[in-house]
């Protein structure tokens, strides 16, 4: 080859890399000035240092028991520092594992996934640090493309310019999905396995770590398959990256998928005072009040509630009993019966309400029967235990008692149990409702509400939107409204028949007695204590109508509903209040003679735990005080106006219509039935000198309970069982 040819040969190498490298560093070049073009306008980094999550509304008891969290996303943001570092390694591995390494982009990572779309015209991976997952989930759109991706790297650069690492990946931890509306690592912690994060194990770790490639995909709940793959890959990344050691590694993929869905860890059933609180959220602070992190502390005392959701589940469930049995909820066949699946399935989809419970029964023989509960348990049910399950006819009427169990019960029924004293009972979905609120009568904080049997099964809150005639709760107010004009407790109204011409009620209105018995000249001490009707009409017609309604108004109860029964009627209760009106009227009786006003949140805390709301109650008078003094309670009646009508209400208790209470041995109780026509409407209003508690029973479709079921029978016992727990703590005196 001449020199001449030789020289043209290296002349055109020289030129080729010549164009190659201007061919490859233009575009670089072009890259560069665009990206310093862009940087400058990127969303600024820094903020992401004052970051606000979106955190549920929390709602708890006066003792911070957890009622409910109430928020579109389930989230409990953590500091880095109370992450656990079991969880931080397994991310890491699985996500970025030189996270610790590089300045915000792994350049190996970029060319891996370069390489990848050019070799397969695919991309396998896309090679995002955690840091560039931060920069797309707090700053970008989700819509894939290669500018997004290139504001991704610029601004991962970004960001590890402004934040350390800790807090970069606790930005991260906090923020990502991961399936079933659980936003970061402590709530999924929560939703998979029902316990905070720092109390998993390392399989469950790796199991949540494995969740941000793609929730749905790996998720131990939707396809437990695929997801322990994904978690025994996070485990050998552990192991390889020096985080766990190689026996570590195969006991956790040894470890079977155990995941199952859970809330958040609900420590007090209170589901209307959940609802009623949201809605004050709401109206105090605006829809932002479900995610800006708010604990919203309530009033209600954590034993208290529990009580009454007792003593309310079982109120209704006696009732059900002295009206005997209304049949299985639906029937399995014999072939159905011994058909695992179908068991399961027909079991699943009974509601469960309240404490009850649903089983099948599998086997019946003469005195007992053998139920398989919904969790696999096999209980017995005596022959004994279910002498009350007569057939149901009517309110008024049961079928005969049953001889042996074929009588009420057959292999294949589908039936409600509860368990009471440790004895398995046949039970029933209640037709009933009842509520029950209950107060401190100083300055009317809700310690306890029930607004129904269970909130899932009415969201209808009976405590405050139930409107009921209050039959003879009325009579105390009645009778405070006569001490205030002259009469005293041996005052004596005739108790006998009447008639009355009242165009406002009937042509002719014949009233009487519930026992149907007339007994004379009576005092009024003995009239309320056996709530005698007709005392109470001659009453409220010699002291007025318009004179007894503006006084009872004094008491709380609304004028307008007041003026709708403005008739002799209302001497028996015809007019309709709600529990929340009546147990404010009935404090008053017991914080000698000041009007409360029933509040149910205490406090509301901000995302740091500072107060941004104390409630600030107007508060009775007790001893010396200064009536005068701001946040006091208004007087309505006196003190001795109050003292003697506890003193008659006491005889309630004592002798009168409310005398089962005497089974609490207690000298500083007093209260009043009440009972409405026909026995629709069933209460009893009580209180000592601390609490004061009210409750209801009836249908919400107003007809009879049934013959006998009046305040005393149907509506006290609650009262009892509920106020033996709330009375523990006061002393046993004499008002």
Known sequence: MSDVE??????????????????????????????????????????????????????????????TEIGTEKRIPLKYTEIPERMTQAIVSAEDEHFFEHHGVDLKGLARAVFELITTGHKKSGGSTITMQVARNFFLTKKKSYLRKFKEILLAIKIEQELSKPKILALYLNKIFLGYRSYGVAAAAQTYYGKPIDQLSLDEYAMIAGLPKAPSAYNPIANPERAKIRRNYVLRRMYENGYITEAEMKAAQAAPIHAKLSGARIEVRANYVAEMARHFAIQKFGPDALTKGLTLVTTINSTLQKTANQAVANGLQAYERRHGYRGPITHLSPTQLVNAKQVKQTLDQVPIYANLKVGVVTNVAQKTASILLKDGQTIQLTLEALKWARPFISVNKKGPEPEKMADILHAGDVIYVIKEADQWQL?????????????????????????????????????????RQVGSNIKPFLYSAALHKGYTAASTINDAPVVFHDSALEDIWRPENYSGRFYGPTRLRKALAYSRNLVSIRLLRQIGIPYAIDYIHRFGFPLEALNKHRDLSLALGSAQFT??????????????????????????????????????????????????????????????????????????????????????????????????NDQKDAWFSGFNPDITTTVWVGFDQPATLGRREVGGRAALPIWIDYMRVALKDFPNRPF
């Not at 080729?16 to 940087?39: H, T």
């Open 6 to 67: 030789d020289s043209k040969k290296k002349s055109f190498w020289k030129r080729l890399l010549l164009w190659l490298f201007f061919l490859g560093a233009l575009p670089a070049l072009g890259l560069l000035i665009y990206a310093a073009l862009l940087y400058p306008k990127l969303p600024d980094a820094s903020s992401l240092k004052e970051v606000t999550f979106k955190v549920p509304l929390k709602i708890v008891t006066a003792d911070h028991k957890l009622i």
């Open 427 to 467: 039970a029933q979905n209640p037709t009933t409702e009842s509520a029950l609120i209950s107060l401190r009568s100083s300055d009317g904080a809700v310690q306890a509400l029930v607004g129904g049997y269970d909130y899932f099964r009415s969201k209808f809150n009976r405590v405050i939107q139930a409107k």
């Open 579 to 676: 529990p929340w009106e009546v147990v404010r009227g009935y404090a008053t009786f017991s914080n000698t003679g000041f009007l409360i006003e029933p509040y149910f949140v205490k406090t509301i805390l901000d995302n740091n735990g500072n107060p941004i709301y104390q409630a600030q109650p107007p508060k009775a008078c007790h001893n010396q005080c200064n009536e005068a003094e701001p946040n006091q309670a208004k007087r309505v009646i006196s003190p001795q106006n109050a003292y003697i009508i506890t003193s008659l209400m006491q005889d309630v208790i004592r002798y009168g219509s409310g005398r089962k209470a005497n089974v609490l041995k207690r000298l500083d109780i007093a209260g009043k039935t009440g009972t409405t």
